[in-house]
């Protein structure tokens, strides 16, 4: 059997899994991939800019440091980790193309455990990736636009323009049936619904694992690792 077939049979079973971490801007943590990953996040972000032939990891252009590579921050560990399967969100912010050519390049000299998923978001290259376990990662427009792209199994979209609900309180009725009606809609189609500038704090999480959101996105990985595990354990 080829790669390809078991890629695409391991999507149905993270469809109905319990709703799992995303660690947003990774990077930014005191302990990149480490600090998410043993804290138990199931999905974890890297912001990528292509540059004299690597990939750097960067929010910006400004902050960009020869250091910070890819391959050193993220694929290196990724390698070596032993627990349990993790997705790697990999956003293309700049020349998409050359991107996920060095992408593809550094992912064949480091090769990522099995059952390993890296997701494409960001800038979108003109051609489809050539490792099986290299997905794309659709928008919300696209899905209710019936728009999506081939070989997507993920889709994700803002929060703002959902709802203007921050976090601080219940959230309103007509709020949590456009999200209920979101979430069902991306796994009606098989596909694992992420949202980006959410609220970040526990009533908030609470309402995203309730409503069936696949992965929460988060800032504080270690606080939302300790809460979904509480929630998993009811």
Not at 90 to 95: E, I, L, N, R, T
Not at 217 to 224: S, V
């Amino acid at each position: 059997m080829t790669a390809k077939p078991w890629f695409y049979l391991l999507f149905p079973l993270l469809a109905v899994a319990a709703p799992g971490g995303h660690s947003h801007n990774d990077y930014e943590q005191d302990r990149p991939f480490e600090g998410a990953a043993r804290s138990g996040m199931v999905s974890i972000e890297a912001d990528v800019y292509p540059q004299d032939g690597h990939l750097l990891v960067a929010h910006s252009r400004f902050q960009l440091d020869p250091e910070n590579t890819l391959t050193r921050l993220y694929l290196e560990p990724l390698q070596r980790w032993q627990g349990k399967p993790l997705e790697l969100l990999v956003d293309f912010k700049s020349d998409p193309d050359l991107a996920l050519n060095l992408l593809e390049q550094e992912l064949t000299a480091n090769p990522p455990p099995p059952k390993t998923i890296v997701i494409l978001s960001g800038s979108r290259p003109k051609r489809s990736p050539r490792l099986a376990y290299i997905t794309l990662e659709g928008t919300v427009a696209e899905l209710r636009g019936q728009g999506l792209p081939a070989n997507c199994r993920y889709v994700s979209g803002p929060w703002w323009p959902e709802s203007s609900w921050k976090g601080d309180g219940p959230m309103g009725a007509g709020t949590r049936t456009r999200l209920e009606e979101l979430v069902k809609r991306a796994h009606d189609k098989g596909l694992l619904l992420r949202l980006w500038g959410t609220p970040d704090n526990a009533e908030a999480w609470g309402e995203f694992y309730q409503a069936g959101v696949d992965r929460i996105n988060t800032d504080h990985p270690q606080e939302l690792a300790e809460f979904l595990k509480e929630k998993e354990s009811r």
